[in-house]
């Protein structure tokens, strides 16, 4: 009986076909829009080699009572999930932008960016990130990277909104960025939120910075800025 042998080219094409589909941009970076991340199996986009990401176009999420991740820190709803040290995400001047429209009843938070682990060396930057929900006893984070360290965000421009008529209690203040130790936040804006860093932080030219508890640089920051979302 004769051995049917698979040539070079077509062992080639199989193999390429099993490798995950991604955009890259001529410098190299990773590019992550709407179609890549419904490509690669939907949100959250997960982020698991370190390198630099870049957005080529808005992300829109709707939350789901099924939640889309169950890793450390689920369940959620997540838009960018970041698995690894040694990543740069530019946002490249586009959006992010978050909808909830079940409130209470959603029953877990959701996140713009959250971290899966305990990580270093992690920089956000350059663009905007949206979440809107409901009234209700939700507790907003934008971006949840408390155990993180060394993380960097810059040039970002950060808003919730919860509507009015809040229940009673009403809900924690919203969070706008909870990073973790020796971080640093220059130029951000945040909008209906907070920035909360972790200690040896430092905290530069921001609007709606909160907090950081000791061993901090803090040098021309604002601690309220525009309730909510236009």
Avoid at 124 to 146: A, F, H, Q, Y
């Amino acid at each position: 009986m004769q051995k049917r042998r698979l040539c070079v080219p077509v062992l080639v094409g199989i193999a390429l076909m099993m490798v995950p589909v991604r955009g890259f941009a001529i410098d190299g970076q990773v590019l992550i829009n709407q179609s890549t991340v419904m490509t690669s199996g939907g949100f959250p986009y997960r982020i698991t080699q370190p390198g630099s990401y870049k957005l080529s176009g808005n992300l829109t999420l709707n939350t789901s009572q099924t939640a889309n991740y169950f890793g450390p820190g689920g369940p959620a709803d997540v838009a960018i999930l970041i698995d690894a040290s040694n990543v740069s995400l530019d946002l490249n001047g586009f959006s992010i932008t978050i909808t909830d429209t079940m409130g209470q009843q959603l029953g877990h938070p959701f996140y713009g960016v959250l971290e899966g682990g305990t990580f270093s060396q992690i920089a956000i930057t350059n663009g905007s990130i949206r979440m809107t929900t409901i009234p209700g006893i939700l507790s907003l984070t934008v971006i949840n990277m408390p155990s993180s360290v060394g993380s960097r965000f810059k040039d970002l421009n950060l808003g919730t909104k919860q509507g009015v008529n809040f229940p009673q209690p009403a809900p924690p203040s919203p969070i706008a960025i909870n990073a973790g130790p020796d971080s640093l936040a220059v130029n951000n804006l945040a909008t209906g939120g907070q920035i909360q860093l972790g200690p040896g932080s430092s905290a530069i030219n921001n609007v709606g910075f909160a907090s950081c508890p000791s061993g901090c640089v803090i040098v021309n920051n604002s601690t309220s800025a525009q309730v909510g979302l236009p």
